[in-house]
């Protein structure tokens, strides 16, 4: 059974830093792609970034380029957002996404909340 299970969100302060974690059960992450998205009431989910399956290429959504970086750890088959620079606006419910080829999975995503 495939699960992925996304934690390490919180309050933080605006400038500080948070590192989300998504353990992944039932695949390995280094044979998927891995994504993570983000979202606020109202508003359609949005793209941050992914590490390719083939390699460890990652690309991100301008809005976060610089500020968050997107690592695997194949020994603990989970996937990192490590997330410097928080602002406001990067509060949201953010969520993990494992894609090959036809197969599309989802967490249940971790809230974030960026305030003073």
């Known amino acids: 059974q495939v699960q992925l299970v996304e934690s390490g969100g919180g309050l933080v302060q605006p400038g500080g830093s948070l590192r989300l974690s998504c353990a992944v059960s039932?695949?390995?992450?280094?044979?998927?792609?891995m994504s993570w998205y983000r979202q606020v009431p109202g508003k359609e989910r949005e793209w941050v970034g992914h590490?390719?399956?083939?390699?460890?290429?990652?690309s991100y959504a301008d809005f976060v380029k610089g500020r968050f970086t997107i690592s695997r750890d194949m020994a603990k088959n989970m996937v990192n957002l490590q997330m410097i620079s928080l602002k406001p606006e990067d509060t949201a419910v953010y969520y993990c996404?494992?894609?090959?080829?036809?197969?599309?999975?989802w967490g249940q995503g971790t809230q974030v909340t960026v305030s003073s």
């Open positions: 996404k494992g894609v090959k080829g036809g197969l599309t999975y």
């Open positions: 590490i390719l399956r083939a390699g460890s290429i990652t």
């Open positions: 039932g695949f390995a992450v280094v044979d998927y792609t």
